[in-house]
């Protein structure tokens, strides 16, 4: 008689399943990338106000990003961009940010890079199909936007992602549309 197939141990953050040196720097940084990551999303309501201030200060910035020209503005705030949010969200500065309707977890960060909610395969431990010790993004999105006044965001559908804007700053778009939006009105 075959004995019985022992069931898998959920997968865990903190227990890297082939320890080693190469392993153990690889996934030391990957764990440091998802305490990262979870830690924004557990503050997803703090960092939505921080957000909201800063955006603020972003559209008050539009005489000096006009006298620069945002075409010359686009590298060095794409560069803080990166690594600011790249810190704090693992951001793929995919150029067009939907942070504050996916509850501060980063949508690109999804192996499908999915935008409007997860595929069929997360795990019941609600983690991703495809990286078993991570969790899902879409998981943790639903989360964070629990704990934001905007969090109903979420429901919204978004577009597909415009491959063309990879690599260019959110930040500036979103300072760039507000004021054609101010300079459309009567
Ligand atoms: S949605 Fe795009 S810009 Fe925002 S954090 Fe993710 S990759 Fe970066």
């Known amino acids: 008689m075959r004995p019985p197939i022992a069931?898998?141990?959920p997968p865990s953050l903190?227990?890297?399943s082939e320890p080693g040196p190469?392993?153990?720097s690889a996934d030391g940084?990957?764990?440091?990338?998802?305490?990262?990551?979870?830690?924004?999303?557990r503050n997803a309501a703090l960092l939505e106000k921080i957000y909201a201030t800063f955006e603020r200060g972003l559209l008050a910035l539009d005489p000096l990003f006009r006298a620069v020209g945002y075409e010359r503005s686009e590298k060095p705030v794409a560069f803080v961009e990166r690594h600011a949010k790249g810190l704090l969200f693992d951001c793929r500065m995919c150029g067009q940010c939907i942070l504050t309707a996916t509850g501060m977890s980063c949508p690109m960060t999804c192996p499908k890079q999915l935008r409007n909610g997860?595929?069929?395969?997360?795990?019941?431990?609600?983690?991703c199909e495809v990286?078993?010790?991570a969790p899902c993004v879409w998981v943790?999105?639903?989360?964070?936007?629990?704990?934001?006044?905007?969090g109903d965001g979420i429901l919204a559908?978004?577009?597909?992602?415009?491959?063309?804007?990879?690599?260019?700053?959110?930040?500036?778009r979103v300072a760039r549309r507000a004021t054609a939006g101010r300079e459309a009105r009567p």
């Open 140 to 150: 943790k999105a639903w989360e964070g936007s629990r704990n934001m006044a905007a």
């Open 29 to 41: 940084r990957k764990r440091r990338r998802f305490t990262l990551r979870a830690w924004s999303v």
């Open 157 to 172: 559908v978004q577009p597909p992602v415009d491959q063309s804007l990879r690599e260019t700053s959110s930040w500036l």
């Open 118 to 127: 997860p595929c069929g395969g997360v795990r019941p431990n609600g983690t």
């Open 7 to 9: 069931a898998a141990a």
């Open 14 to 16: 903190s227990a890297p």
């Open 131 to 133: 990286i078993p010790d």
């Open 22 to 24: 190469v392993r153990f």
